[in-house]
């Protein structure tokens, strides 16, 4: 069982940026892929951010690309979303997932296990 807790978030002006954390217990962390979601008011959970911890390769949509970069520490069993040039519309609730598969994955099924969510807010 693995326990994802989420932090970083905050309110921040358009063109900013922030950092986000996920701290990871239990399991054998470096066996598990890890992935960014985010979900906006009313909208359906969407795909931020894979990381594979065997290859180090990396998965963004193109919403993000460029500007967001996850990368993380086995070791410390944490994992991190660099967000950069933010904009208004990436302002919603993310949220860091592992799976039990260390190949990349883009779909919200694809993943066991959930943080409880960190609030980010980009004002224009």
């Known amino acids: 069982q693995v326990q994802l807790v989420e932090s970083g978030g905050g309110l921040v002006q358009a063109g900013g940026s922030l950092r986000l954390s996920c701290a990871a217990s239990g399991g054998t962390f470096n066996m598990y892929g890890m992935g960014w979601f985010r979900q906006a008011l009313g909208k359906e959970r969407e795909f931020v951010a894979a990381?594979?911890?065997?290859?180090?390769?990396?998965n963004y949509p193109d919403s993000v690309e460029g500007r967001f970069t996850i990368s993380g520490d086995s070791a410390k069993k944490m994992t991190y979303l660099q967000m950069n040039s933010l904009k208004p519309e990436d302002t919603a609730v993310y949220y860091c997932a592992a799976r039990r598969r260390w190949a990349i994955a883009t779909t919200s099924g694809e993943y066991d296990y959930w943080g409880q969510g960190t609030q980010v807010i980009v004002s224009s």
């Open positions: 990381i594979n911890w065997i290859s180090g390769g990396t």
